[in-house]
């Protein structure tokens, strides 16, 4: 009997089709950064880049979520094969030409601009949105405070109905009122719908505080007569007036923020910060649940841009273990915390900045340290050995003169020979507000970061010399002179938000011109100190380059350099070349975080 004979039955057409699907999908898969290319270009060459070697270009391209190249049109408006050129000798020609995809091109106005993504290098995010619920920066007198405050109560009947609940608010300014001397709890009483109510209120600048005459019950006894640190202002006879300064201001009861609270405060910041093109905020005093509320967010992917974290705990103590530390943490990489945030004194509006000398305008006091200086540096070299970067708060004189000490004595060490490497820890000076000349000599030779807030000047321009006198206004608000001694030429901008405006473009505007929003100031339209403007360029790179740089981020984030991360933002006019009083009219188009439009569009 003949073998019988095996024969493969013919092979389905169903998986031919099959295959090619497969097919496709890898070959998709394998040049899939091609499929999500984006190029962004400007007739006008209006990309600023931040990048010394190309600073203004005609287009930028992006791949995902980082830049792939920066150049002309030319460069990238050709199309790009799905197929990986090994293979294409053996695929057909028509179906190469089929699976050519071009990439998706978008031309900005001529009139627009693109910048890097924005950055505050010194803000408050919680305490901007708990501002937002009851502002008092535009009372000019005791009597529109209270007239606020009745608003509010008038606009939120559960708060009217129960005088138990406390008012909150923030933003008064005694220099900008007649007379210029603090509040007190009487005033809060004056009329009936306050009279009886927990009140406490924030200065602007969040170093005093101004209660009502219930709060002053309720801290009753536990009143001390003094407060390492800080002062309770009292009248004649020695009895608090309701005003409460820098660390005293611990002793008031107030509650703490709710969970739903916080969440309220968060969302309110994160979208007027995109509506500004900020990308990436560095927070300048995170509270241990200020940081566990941002890991949650972080975790679930609701943190909408970068922020960098100093962690911030009130005790003289060493507290870094309480601190965990977060690198590129979360579901899109966006939170850091690898700082922390020390306080030396207090601020300049409310006579708590720490001078070398009297100030000039109240001689009896010079200032307040809150915090001993053996403490202090005992932190510090603590903080530096366990490799956190140290951010100090310092407003006078004195307090930048001590802590460059400190910071002196642990890098260049006992013998005095650099024993730290200054990059790798980048030490930073927040403020850096009133100097000695010597001292900013000291902080660019020591290579210790002075990060800075622009609005300060011009909000203070109106009274400072007056709290200072002629001689120590040589080193203050000195952003020039700052820049000009630092070796690496890195001076970070920042706000201080609440304390200022969160529209980055408050910053560049006064950084540029030393004029208030109205253009004038103390020494005419030519600005306050002109000699310690910065230019539009060394402004910019303050807010995107040396802003990345002091939160060790340079590599990643900054300047729109191929490689980087895609975040950037389209303004609607030229701000580097626009007269100066335009500046503050150009609004936000887009910004863009991770490659993708978070506010606006393209």
């Known amino acids: ?19 090619f699907g497969i097919l496709g999908v890898v070959l998709v898969a394998w040049n899939y950064p091609y499929t999500s290319r984006l190029v962004v270009c400007s007739s006008t060459c209006n990309i600023y880049t931040v990048d010394e070697a190309h600073p203004r270009v005609e287009c930028l391209s992006v791949v995902g979520s980082r830049i792939a190249g920066t150049g002309n049109l ?25 699976l050519e995809w071009s990439p998706k091109v978008i031309t900005i106005p001529p009139t627009s601009v693109v910048v890097p993504g924005l950055a505050d290098s010194h803000a408050h995010i919680i305490q901007n949105g708990f501002k937002m619920q009851l502002e008092l920066e535009k009372a000019r007198s005791v009597p529109d405070v209270i007239d606020l405050i009745k608003t509010y109560i008038l606009s939120h009947p559960d708060v009217e109905r129960d005088p138990t609940r406390w008012i909150q608010g ?7 009122w007649p007379g210029g001397e603090f509040p007190t709890a009487e005033d809060l009483s004056t009329d009936p719908l306050l009279s009886g109510r927990p009140i406490a209120l924030y200065r602007v600048d969040v170093h005093a505080t101004w209660v009502s005459t219930r709060v002053l019950e309720l801290i009753g006894d536990n009143m001390p007569s003094e407060i390492e640190g800080g002062i309770i202002v009292r009248d004649s006879e020695g009895r608090s007036t309701g005003v409460f300064l820098d660390n005293a201001m611990s002793i008031i009861p107030h509650p703490k923020y709710t969970e739903a609270e916080l969440s309220n405060f968060f969302e309110i910041t994160m979208k007027m910060a995109l509506q500004y093109g900020l990308t990436s905020v560095h927070d300048a005093a995170a509270e ?22 100093m962690g911030s705990v009130s005790s003289d103590e060493y507290w870094g273990p309480q601190l965990r530390r977060l690198i590129n943490y979360g579901r ?11 306080f030396t004194d207090g601020a300049l509006g409310s006579w708590g900045a720490a001078l070398l000398a009297p100030y000039s305008d109240k001689p009896e006091t010079s200032g307040i340290m809150r915090i001993p200086q053996e403490a202090l540096s005992r932190l510090v070299h603590q903080f530096h050995q366990d490799d956190w970067q140290v ?12 802590v460059l000490g400190i910071l002196e004595d642990v890098i260049l060490g006992q013998n005095g020979s650099r024993e730290t490497d200054i990059t790798k820890w980048r030490p930073r000076i927040e403020h850096s507000q009133i100097m000695t000349l010597a001292d900013i000599e000291r902080v660019g030779r020591l290579g210790v970061i002075p990060s800075v807030q622009p609005t300060h000047a011009t909000s203070d321009m109106w009274y400072a010399e007056t709290r200072l006198g002629p001689d120590r206004m040589k080193g203050a608000y000195a952003y020039q002179s700052l820049l000009k001694a630092s070796v690496g030429k890195v001076l970070p901008l920042g706000s201080d938000f609440p304390v200022e405006g969160v529209n980055p473009l408050l910053g560049f505007y006064a950084a540029v011109s030393r004029l208030s929003i109205d253009g004038t100031s103390p020494h005419g339209p030519d600005g306050w100190y002109p000699e310690q403007k910065l230019t539009r360029t060394q402004a910019l790179k303050g807010m995107t380059l040396d802003a990345a740089y002091a939160s060790f981020a340079e590599t990643d984030l900054g300047s729109l350099v191929p490689g980087k991360k895609a975040d950037f933002v389209v303004l609607d006019r030229d701000i580097m070349t626009i007269p100066v009083g335009e500046i503050l009219d150009a609004k936000v188009t887009s910004t863009v975080i991770d490659g993708q439009v978070a506010y606006g569009a393209l």
């Open 332 to 342: 899109d990489g966006r939170l850091n915390l690898r700082s922390v945030k020390l």
């Open 170 to 176: 923030m933003g008064w300014d005694q220099t900008k």
């Open 74 to 98: 030319a460069d990238f408006a050709n199309k790009y094969p799905l197929i990986p050129l090994t293979l294409r000798p053996y695929i057909p020609a028509w179906i190469s030409k089929f």
């Open 1 to 19: 009997m003949p073998d019988a004979k095996i024969t493969n039955p013919p092979w389905p057409r169903a998986n031919i089709f099959w295959l």
């Open 288 to 309: 241990l649940e200020v940081i566990e509320f941002l890991m949650k967010q972080a975790e679930t992917g609701t943190l909408p841009i970068r922020l960098y974290l």
């Open 391 to 402: 951010n100090i708060h310092c407003i006078g004189d004195k307090a930048n003169s001590i």
